[in-house]
């Protein structure tokens, strides 16, 4: 069988210097001078066509800043050539919340094509035009959608086939099963005078995954109670399971 190609991430940013930054280094990197995934970067600019090669005009309709041509940006993902099975991303204040479970999503895939907008946004119709997904890092703003590409590349490098020692650790870590991680502890056994829980040390390995998912769902209760309301409430057996417990704002 030949191998298929690996992931590729296609990055349109007006700062391609800023690129592979720090997915050069320690897992991401590693993997990247491996070839376990690809990263091609392309500089919007190079797509510019006037004298200037202007890539930004004032917003229609008055208003401060600066907005990224349509033209130019779609002469951009055009050269970029990327097929239609690669899903097209702009990282976007305005987009869907970024998800563990669309990371999974995307890292099974070819890898994306992803646009960084800058000043005061893109131009709509690019956006409608070409087809771009909308995926937001997170309800603040940045200068730039560099920094939430290479958060979201992060993300899903980690979870490429070779990239993590252990297969478990993708599956066993936050929001793989709706909760957040519990707490870990390591060495020294004894630090500031606090030990680590001592069933962690027991050796029973049923005892300490019974401890871990409690820590777990008592997180997620107390910090997260948006992720909380959506975990499914455990069916009451006879055996006196454990009730969902009521999450809490405050925490
Ligand atoms: N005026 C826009 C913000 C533009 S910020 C608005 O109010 O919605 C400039 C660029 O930074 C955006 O085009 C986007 O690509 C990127 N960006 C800013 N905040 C982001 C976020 N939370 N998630 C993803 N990208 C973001």
Known sequence: MTNPAPWRATVLTLFPEMFPGPLGVSLAGRALAAGLWQ???????ASATDRHRSVDDTPAGGGPGMVLR??????????????SERPRLLMSPRGRPLTQARVVELAKG?????????????????????????????D?????GEIAALALIDACVRLLPGVMGKEASGTEESFSDGLLEHPQYTRPQLFEGVPIPEILTSGDHAKVAG???A???ALTAARRPDLWAQVPTPVP???????????????
Do not use: H, M
């Open 211 to 213: 401890w871990r998912r």
């Open 140 to 144: 603040y703003v940045l200068s730039g």
């Open 237 to 251: 057996n006879r055996a006196g399971r454990q009730k969902k417990p009521k999450s809490t704002t405050d925490g």
């Open 39 to 45: 990263l091609e970067v392309r500089d919007i600019r």
């Open 110 to 138: 070819p890898g994306p094509l992803i646009v960084c907008g800058r000043f005061e946004g893109v131009d709509q119709r690019v956006i409608d035009g070409r087809g771009l997904e909308e995926i937001s890092i997170g």
């Open 215 to 217: 820590q777990s769902e």
């Open 70 to 83: 349509a033209d130019v940006l779609a002469a951009a993902i055009d050269a970029a050539g990327s097929g």
